[in-house]
Nanobody
Framework: QVQVVESGGGLVQPGESLRLSCVASGSIRSIVDMGWYRQTPGNQRDLVAT???????YYADSVKGRLTISRDNAKNTVYLQMNSLKPEDTAVYYC?????????????WGQGTQVTVSS
């Protein structure tokens, strides 16, 4: 079993920063990539950013220049540094880890962490 746990969410004012963390543990042979998604009530879960084992990154247009994804391979941890936060960044942020199993690649999700940007 693979466990994925996010932390670091909270309530901040517009323009402030937050850093989210996500740790994967358990029966992990190798991690393919790690990513952050976000979801607001009544809407689908949207991709925010991903990072591969080699460090290649992808960002949604709405967060480019403000959010930065990074990872610590030794700790199976991925981070999301969120700067210049806007009210529209308010959402539940989920971490997804894709791991290589025997014959397939498996996706594992965390429980989510709430980020609220409000004055």
């Amino acid at each position: 079993q693979v466990q994925v746990v996010e932390s670091g969410g909270g309530l901040v004012q517009p323009g402030e920063s937050l850093r989210l963390s996500c740790v994967a543990s358990g029966s992990i042979r190798s991690i393919v990539d790690m990513g952050w998604y976000r979801q607001t009530p009544g809407n689908q879960r949207d991709l925010v950013a991903t990072i591969s084992t080699g460090g290649s990154t992808y960002y949604a247009d709405s967060v480019k220049g403000r959010l930065t994804i990074s990872r610590d391979n030794a700790k199976n941890t991925v981070y999301l540094q969120m700067n210049s936060l806007k009210p529209e960044d308010t959402a539940v942020y989920y971490c997804k880890i894709r791991v290589r199993a025997t014959l397939v690649i498996e996706a594992h999700w965390g429980q989510g962490t709430q980020v609220t940007v409000s004055s």
